[in-house]
DNA sequence: AAGTGGTCTAGACCACTCA
DNA sequence: GAGTGGTCTAGACCACTTG
């Protein structure tokens, strides 16, 4: 595969870096790299400056420029190899799967979500939320059940069991808002989600509410997410149309 | 939440750093701590000793000993928090989906993996296989479409389509070993891989080679795998038994 | 031999949280 | 005010790749 020549990125890149605010600098570098690649500033393959030139071309520590470098390579984009130098990884670049919820990948997407609530109750944890939300059986817990349709057109089943420290949310603000949106305004930062993702038939309710055949194909993710305590604050299960959604994930060997 | 007091690890947990062979200092160090937080030295919720008194402790630097943290935070075991500090995940510990293969998967469940190669053929690139390896349309490539078994029951259909530098793969060793195995033996390292997880009806070809029913729900995988050059090596469209295999995925919000 | 990224050090100052 | 993680610096030495 032909190896592109050395690319000097122009300083003029990099003057309005910002000293003084709260962004961190390895940030603002990230950014504007993660720019040129993006509009092939830098095409696929190109040649990165290497990290002493470009930390000293940019009056940043060395360090300081690897971080930036190192996002990238986190998130796919970049790729370096010891004695050679980086390079931009070839193939499409997509956008990285964060820890979003369905809501705002839709709103990003352009496409628009809307939410019928189900069913919101209060319940008591069985073994299995339990173990999930790890608390103990009989704890209390709030079930919601919604279906989300994106422009209109069902797309989802999200059936989500919280503590009960969100037993307050409300059936308005779930027909109105994502639930990580609600769950963000109440100060909770989620960090952490482990996901399992199948595929099973469809129920004849859930091929009901999804507009599908019974025993068509559906796609399913079960979820549970950890605030910035490590502590659970959802469990979630979720079926999908499969003609209108799929999953994209970028793995990376670190 | 329960706030469990700090725990100070054991310094013998350190002792064995190997400060001049070649597995870095740091890597050490997030190993001891990982295989705490896995036996439960480091119960769900414990607080870890604060960075600055762990590295004086240690006779490490700060920096090395917070590469060592940080990679364990981004593998979901454990959360920061500035002003506060940090603290093993709530939640059972799952291991890490890496850059593995299927083949690799299944032998690491214990499962046995084995493989009849349906058809092994030169081909050249259609606009969709040219677009997800980033070669011109009509380049020369190597198409394979294999069964997978473990232990004994078919799991999945893999289809694979490799650039013609690999063209000397051969079937008998595509019978005997994971495709990742075989481009690994010569050479290639995955560095990074992009992927799309959905569903859809198998067709009566599908139903037929996984034992289902005609139309049963399918688990869908494309994948485009670049190694350390950021060059595509391998394109592959997966098909999986959904009552017998599914992804796993652990998010982190950096 | 020259050039690259990989690791490690020993500090410094800051922003945030809690009592 | 004391303690925590977050950022940043300015070096150093090493391992690896290429010519």
Known sequence: MAQLPEQRLPVELFLDLDRSGPVPLYYQVAQRLEQAIRDETL?????????????????????????????????????????????????????????????EDLERAGQEPTTTVLDVASATADERVAEALGVPVGSPTLHIRRLRFADGVPLAILDNVLPAAYADLERDDLERHGLYQLLRARGVTMRVAKQRIG?????????????????????????????????????????YRPDRYAFEVTLVER
């Open 199 to 239: 595929a099973r038939a469809a129920t004849a309710q859930e091929a009901d509410l999804l507009d599908l055949r019974r025993g068509a194909a559906i796609l399913t993710m079960s979820r549970t997410a950890f605030d910035n305590a490590g502590v659970a604050v959802e469990y979630g299960q979720h079926c």
């Open 43 to 103: 095409p696929a393959g190109a040649r990165l400056e290497n990290e002493v030139a470009l930390a000293s071309r940019l009056g940043l520590s060395r360090p300081t420029i690897r971080r930036a470098i190192q996002d990238l390579v986190d998130q796919g984009l970049l790729v370096r190899r010891r004695g050679i130098g980086t390079q931009v990884v070839h193939g499409r670049v997509t956008r990285n799967v964060e820890l979003t919820s369905l809501y």
